[in-house]
């Protein structure tokens, strides 16, 4: 048997973050009640960082708990 890892080499990111990051910003993107053009995702072992700004505190609550529902994220 053989293993492998699928890294983005320009970032380090494997590809289960690359997809977390991903998914967590299309999430993003499309609520309805988040701005989030200026709200950039990373990923790191399955743990989501957002970092940026939106208008309101609950639209900051609103972005956290959105990226907490998509599956991995830790």
Known sequence: RYAF???DEATGL???DLTLK?????ALAFHED???SQVEVDARA???TLSG???SEREK???AECAGDID???
């Open 5 to 7: 890892a699928m890294n």
């Open 14 to 16: 494997n590809f289960r």
């Open 22 to 26: 991903e998914e967590v910003g299309e």
């Open 34 to 36: 988040i701005d989030a």
């Open 46 to 48: 399955g743990v989501v």
């Open 53 to 55: 700004t939106v208008d």
């Open 61 to 63: 609550i609103e972005a």
């Open 72 to 74: 991995g994220v830790i």
